[in-house]
C-alpha cells in the first residue's frame, strides 16, 4: 500500500485527526507522517506539565506517601475544591483556595519558586497594607544606601518618613 | 482595523523587523496573568458565571486610562469567529492554542495594531499580553502594566500581600508575568553549540520552547526563551534578566554568523542561494521544509547575501503559510498535499513579486 498523502512511498503509519469531532484516517509513509504531525503543531495540546505539577502538588498535600492512616480531606469552603482534584489537576480552583489549603500551599511554593513571598507590584485600588510595606521596604533600601554614602541628612528624611509609615501600618 | 480584518491580514506588527536587534531577535511578549475576586477559575467556571467575567471585561476595557495608553480596544467572544478565524489568531501568537477549547467560555481583547490583548478566561480569567518587534521587553511590560492599571482602577484583581496576584496554575503565582523573546538562532545550531546553551539557560531559571509554545519543537531555528519563575522577584527583576541574557544570546549568535561567513563562505552562500531557488521555484512545499527553507533566507537576508529582500517579509511568509492561514486565503478548506501546492504558489509569487 502506497502512503496517501505522497503516493510514492510505502505506507508504514496510521494517522489519524481528529478536527471538529469528525475523525479522518490517513495511511502515511514515515516522512509524511513526520511532517502532518508537524503541520498541526500549532494545535497540539499542551505539553504535560500540569500532570507533573500535580504529582508535585499531591506529594505536598498527602505528605508521606507510606503512611497508612486516613488523611481528613480538606476542601474549599468558598468552591468546593478538594484537595485530591487539585492535586489531580494541578490547577487550584478559585482564589480563596490558597487561603483554604493554608500552610500547604508556601512550601509548594517555596519548590516551584524558591521563594514564597510576593516582592512584585501591588495594586493600587485594593492592595491595602501592601503598598505600605513595598514603600518601607523600598525606602529601607534608599536608607542602606544614604548610610553607605554618608548622606546623613538625607538619612533622616528617610528615617522619618518609615517611621511615619509604619505607624500607620498599626 | 476590526478583529473580522486582522484574521485576513497575515501581517502584524511583531512581524515588522524594524525592532531592535531584529537580525536575531524575532519579538518580545509579556502576559501578566489576573484573576477576578469570588469566581471559580476558569476551569471550574460555569457558563453563567464565564459571561459575567466576559461582561465586566467587556465594561472595564472602555476605561479612558487605557484607551490613553494603548488606544482602541476591541472584544470578540470565540464563539464570534469561525474555526479558521480562530486557528488564524493562533498562528499569528495572538491567542493560545487552549483559547480553541470551549470558545462558548472565552472571548478575545485586541488593539487595533495587535500589540495589546487579552485572554479572556484562558487558564486565568484575564491574561494581558503585548507583543512587538525585536527586542523590546521593557516597553512591552510598560504597555501591559498600563493596561493592568487601567482594568484595576475598575476591577478586584485577587491579590494577596503575601502571595502577590493569585493565578489558577501555582506556577504563575506572585507577579503573574511571562516575559519571553522569539529568536532566530542558525548560526548556533549550524554550528552545534546552540545545546550546550539550551542547558545553560535552564540552569538560569529560564524556559526554551519551539515556536508555538509548550511541547513544540523548534522548527525553522526559532526559539522561544521565557522565565520560570514568578514570585519572589519583581517585574523589573524579570525583565532585566531576560534582557541581559537575551543579550548574550544576540551576541553569541552574531559571532557565529560572522565566524561561519568567514570560514566556510561557499557553503553558507550555497545554502542559502538554494533555499532562495527552492522557495522561488518549488510546485510543491510542505510546511516544515518551508519554515527551514525560510530560515535559510533569513539568514542570507541578516547577512547581506541576497539583497533586495524585506527581512519582514520571511516572517510574514511563515505565517502566511500555516495551515489555517492557507485555508483562509484559498477560501475553501484544503486537504494536506493541496496545501503544499498552494503554500509553494504563495511563496512563489511572493518572492517574485520582488525580483520583478
Known sequence: ?170 | MSLKETVSNPYSKWLDASGPESDVIISSRVRIARNLVGYPFPHLLGYDNADKIIYAVQSAILSSTIQKAVGELELSRMTELSPTERQILVEKHLISPDMLEHPEKRAVVLSTNEVVGIMVNEEDHLRIQCLLPGLQLKECWELANSVDDGLEQILDFAFTEEMGYLTSCPTNVGTGLRASVMLHLPALVMTQQINSILTTLSKLGLTVRGLYGEGTQATGNLFQVSNQVTLGLTEDEIIDNLIMVAMQLVTQERAARRALYKEQKYQIEDRVWRAYGLLKYARTITSMDAMNLLSDLRLGVDLNIIPNIPRGLVMELIVMTRPAFLNKLKGEELNPAQRDIYRATLIREKLNSLSS
Open chain 1, 1 to 170: 500500500m502506497l502512503c496517501d498523502r505522497c503516493q510514492k512511498r510505502p505506507a508504514q503509519v496510521h494517522f489519524t485527526q481528529v478536527i471538529n469531532n469528525t475523525k479522518k484516517q490517513m495511511s502515511l509513509c514515515t516522512v509524511c507522517a513526520a511532517e502532518m504531525q508537524a503541520e498541526s503543531m500549532a494545535a497540539f495540546p499542551q505539553l504535560n506539565l500540569h500532570d507533573f505539577l500535580a504529582g508535585l502538588i499531591n506529594h505536598h498535600f498527602t505528605g508521606n506517601q507510606l503512611q497508612t492512616k486516613a488523611i481528613p480531606q480538606v476542601s474549599c469552603e468558598k468552591c468546593g475544591a478538594t484537595e485530591a482534584q487539585v492535586a489531580k489537576s494541578g490547577l487550584f480552583g478559585c482564589s480563596e483556595c490558597y487561603s483554604q489549603f493554608g500552610q500547604r500551599v508556601k512550601p509548594l511554593l517555596k519548590r516551584i519558586h524558591g521563594s514564597s513571598r510576593h516582592t512584585g507590584k501591588v495594586p493600587r485600588r485594593t492592595g491595602g497594607k501592601a503598598i505600605i510595606t513595598k514603600e518601607i521596604r523600598i525606602l529601607k533600601g534608599q536608607l542602606q544606601e544614604a548610610i553607605n554614602q554618608e548622606e546623613f541628612e538625607k538619612a533622616a528624611r528617610l528615617r522619618d518618613r518609615i517611621k511615619e509609615l509604619e505607624q500607620q501600618l498599626q
